[in-house]
């Protein structure tokens, strides 16, 4: 028999349970709510449909697993953040979601574009990078003076054009070098340089 320290008996369903099945409410005298959870979710889902709103239906999980509202699937709660907050311990969506939300929050903020409009732009250039037009296009690309977007690329062209400053000169320079044109400046003032012809 378990201690009485360690069970609760449910003001609804008059159940005896263990403190686990029961969320936490600090204003009560034995810090639980007095419904468990079962009745608890039971009684909210029958409030709000009788104020007329549509209630979330309850989704019957297997121990250890947590439905995800975002894609429909029910998941382990390895699929889960932590929520220290929450009345189970888990995020109110799975990982995959969440940075899914991540991902359109970034491109919102960043950019000031949704994902349509950055798939959009993918396709017009066939799905490859705008400058070496072999590997995929996964990277915006924004001028970081204007904000305005240029295109999609790929890591390596998109770090490269970032190392060399999103300076013109420096890539027409890069570009001389790589066709067998090195830059020799030539002095013909102090701090005046000349390109070769």
Same mark, same amino acid.
């Given at each position: =028999?378990? *201690?009485?320290?360690?069970?609760?008996?449910?003001? @609804?369903?008059?159940?005896?349970?263990?403190?686990?099945?029961?969320? *936490?409410?600090?204003?009560?005298?034995?810090?639980?709510?007095? &419904?468990?959870?079962?009745? !608890?979710?039971?009684?909210? $889902?029958?409030?709000?449909?009788?104020?007329?709103?549509?209630?979330?239906?309850?989704?019957?999980?297997?121990?250890?697993?947590?439905?995800? @509202?975002?894609?429909?699937?029910?998941?382990?709660? *390895?699929? !889960?953040?932590?929520?220290? %907050?929450?009345?189970?311990?888990?995020?109110?969506?799975?990982?995959?979601?969440?940075?899914? @939300?991540?991902?359109?929050?970034?491109?919102?903020?960043? &950019?000031? =574009?949704?994902?349509?409009?950055?798939?959009? =732009? #993918?396709?017009? $250039? =066939?799905? /490859?990078?705008?400058?070496?037009?072999?590997?995929?296009? #996964?990277? +915006?690309?924004?001028?970081?003076? %204007?904000?305005? #977007?240029?295109?999609? /690329?790929?890591?390596?062209?998109? *770090?490269?054009?970032?190392?060399?400053?999103?300076?013109?000169?420096? +890539?027409?320079?890069?570009?001389? &070098? /790589?066709?067998?044109?090195? !830059?020799?400046? %030539?002095?013909?003032?102090?701090? #005046? &340089? $000349?390109?070769?012809?």
């Amino acid at each position: =028999m378990a *201690s009485e320290e360690s069970v609760k008996r449910c003001s @609804r369903c008059k159940e005896l349970k263990p403190r686990a099945a029961f969320a *936490s409410n600090k204003s009560a005298r034995d810090g639980l709510q007095a &419904y468990c959870r079962d009745c !608890w979710a039971a009684y909210h $889902q029958a409030r709000q449909l009788a104020k007329g709103r549509n209630g979330r239906p309850r989704v019957e999980t297997p121990e250890g697993h947590k439905f995800c @509202r975002g894609c429909g699937e029910i998941k382990p709660h *390895s699929e !889960w953040h932590r929520n220290a %907050t929450a009345s189970d311990g888990l995020a109110t969506c799975c990982k995959t979601c969440k940075a899914a @939300r991540g991902k359109q929050g970034h491109l919102k903020r960043q &950019y000031g =574009m949704t994902e349509a409009e950055r798939d959009e =732009m #993918v396709t017009s $250039q =066939m799905g /490859l990078c705008a400058i070496c037009l072999k590997a995929p296009a #996964v990277h +915006v690309d924004h001028c970081h003076k %204007t904000g305005r #977007v240029r295109g999609v /690329l790929c890591f390596n062209c998109n *770090s490269a054009i970032g190392k060399l400053g999103d300076d013109p000169d420096a +890539v027409r320079r890069a570009a001389a &070098y /790589l066709e067998g044109i090195a !830059w020799k400046p %030539t002095l013909v003032a102090p701090g #005046v &340089y $000349q390109l070769p012809s």
